[in-house]
DNA sequence: GATGAATGAGATTTCATTCAT
DNA sequence: TATGAATGAAATCTCATTCAT
């Protein structure tokens, strides 16, 4: 099961790293440092995160953190804009979806994608999510990654023959599936990932297809 | 429409304001805390609200504030409870829903319940969100609040013959309607307040039935 | 067993409570925060005293305390003065010490009614203990009634025949009478009155002796 | 002479110096905080000592005091271990004392260790009179020390045919002895190192002997 | 006479950031 | 490139004292 942090090397640095050339062992010490805030970011949240945190959990110094984020906005930005890339590349990848059976799992395989880059990025989801983010940029960064999947799935609606208002059913299946993974992963919630897909899947079908009189 | 901080005079103190017999000019100030510190976590959010700014918003001193609440936590748990007592009133009013437009109608006026809790009594649930609080026993009551609507709304969906999950598509609903307030609220999602109702009445019900072959 | 705050009523109050004619009700309140305030030395010595503290101890109110005192100070110098003057009749009643067993028995009879005094004032003489009191006054106080016994003993040292400084060793044994009681009291030493008079006695009257030739 | 501070380095450092491994330069760092908190303690007392007092004593900021010491407890518990194993090397030192000339001159040589000792480490030895530490461990320190003193000094006692309680006495003679310094050192009382020693040494022989019939 | 309420100065502690090696 | 050390501004909390009722 993926766990946050996993993926690809991060391709972009923060600000005082990207003005330098770095060698391997930068690089090295750039990813502990990117590893070590998803870990506090997820452990304390966002606002509770000390930069004393993030230089234990990654084994280094402050002054080795300074060398390559400007301070913990940086770090999270980098972090952030990872997220909202593969938030747009699962937002690309959601095709048409039919009223039976068929759509039904069109669905649940797309969600099943979801489920997993939330647990990917989990951290930085829930960090947009404390609703008080210092900076207007990085908050536009989590409305851009949500808005990202809702205008999609949005197409999506309006492909059907409901009477619901596409752009704001699919805000509010958005904000179902985001806030269902949360309670699982943050809250005490037990449910298995299948569970969990079923009744994602169930309702986002029926949702999309809310008001439908052919159904 | 209601407000932030709206509603009947909250009934205990923090702390330390148990321990002593709070006169009339006690009792105004111990309010003019609660309001300010209601406004403060809306405006900052719990974990970035400062004394100092509650304090300010309130016209009175540091020292004041300690004569009422041990600290901000303390603050904040008299407003949690009063927001958890509003939750479980709001459950032990929803009703049986029924399939039709009548239960279409009584889910929707519901929800407009909801709704005007929500604004309310929105810091409180936002700063539940903020995934990390310091103390487990304000976890603890954020959770109580939303199982108390979620236990309810799976009964009502028990007593339907869909083949979802009552407990999880009962979690799953909840999460939604309140992710959605939330954006409404906090992120900039425009939508007034008719077609807000509309949306989430719709989903919710078709959602209550999802797997109903008889619908 | 004399307790600390037994005693005569005390005569003299605080700056603020000379300044008006006391009634009944007056010198009531005066008496229960001079014991409050002995109580309160006692558990948490001088300098840790709040005057929350005696305050809450007499049952009465912050405002109420500055009526009767100026502040902490003033309550502790009343207690001072009053420690002080049981201090002096105490020196002024020790007699001639002969070197056989009778004088032995006048001196643990003496040394009996100092453990008598040091627990009716104790708190006072640990509060001086307290290296830095803040006001030289109450440090010279301190010093002045621990001198009347020394000078005393001094006295009756010097109507001997040893070779040792009758000053010098006056301050020591007068030393040595003190903390002994304040082990006693204060730390866990477990001895009984009646040993502990014995010890004291003993160690005194050879002390008065030391260099004596003639023993 | 010896002075507050003089000796060896300390070896251990507070909680938080514990946690990190500390260069030349912190090393010197500690030390000064080290040396500043005995110069505080000594001339304002423990109570009265404030962080502020400390840090401007070793002039350095705050910040950095809690680099190395979680609190002013802190700091004191290990001004303190370091007393108490001086103290426990000066019991060991107390060596057989007999009743004639060179017993007496054995206890003088000890004493003057007593002294010395007494010296360097007054200021905690005085905190720990100031009857109430906050903390029970510290307090304990403080008696533990007193307690290795007294209980080699019983044993001396013990060796010979006095008639007096040697647990008694000892610990009765070990209050003298700390109690004399204490007026020395922090009252007015003027005595040059010979008195003082001579009166110690003449009143604790024969206190050591106290009921021997063969004197 | 008595009291609850309010105040604000001051103490403690934290933590992002910079600096010297 | 890395790091331990230092800093100081800002936050929390306490408590003696004054005030209004």
């Known amino acids: 099961m993926a766990r946050p942090g996993d ?40 606002q509770a995160a000390r930069v004393d945190d993030v230089v234990k959990a990654a084994r280094t110094s402050h002054g080795t953190f300074y060398l390559y984020f400007a301070n913990k906005e940086d770090l999270f930005r980098v972090l952030a804009e990872d997220c909202v890339s593969a938030m747009e590349d699962l937002a690309d990848d959601l095709g048409p979806v039919a009223p039976g059976t068929e759509g039904y799992e069109v669905l649940r395989a797309w969600l099943a994608r979801f489920v997993d880059t939330y647990r990917r990025h989990g951290p930085v989801i829930r960090a947009w999510a404390e609703a008080h983010l210092d900076s207007p940029e990085l908050a536009r960064l989590g409305g851009a990654s949500m808005n990202a999947l809702a205008s999609r ?63």
Request: without cysteine; aromatic residues 4%.
């Open 7 to 46: 993926g690809p090397p991060l391709p972009t640095g923060g600000a005082p790293a990207q003005l330098r050339a770095l060698r391997a062992q930068g690089r090295r010490t750039m990813r502990k440092l990117l590893a070590a805030g998803m870990k506090v970011f997820d452990e304390r949240g966002y």
């Open 153 to 215: 799935i949005a197409e999506r609606i309006a492909e059907q023959d409901g009477s619901v208002d596409p752009g704001h059913a699919a805000v509010a299946l958005v904000a179902m599936v985001e806030r269902l993974n949360y309670y699982v992963l943050s809250r005490g919630i037990t449910i298995d990932d299948d569970a969990l897909l079923d009744t994602l899947a169930s309702i986002v079908h029926v949702g999309m297809f809310a008001g439908d009189p052919g159904r």
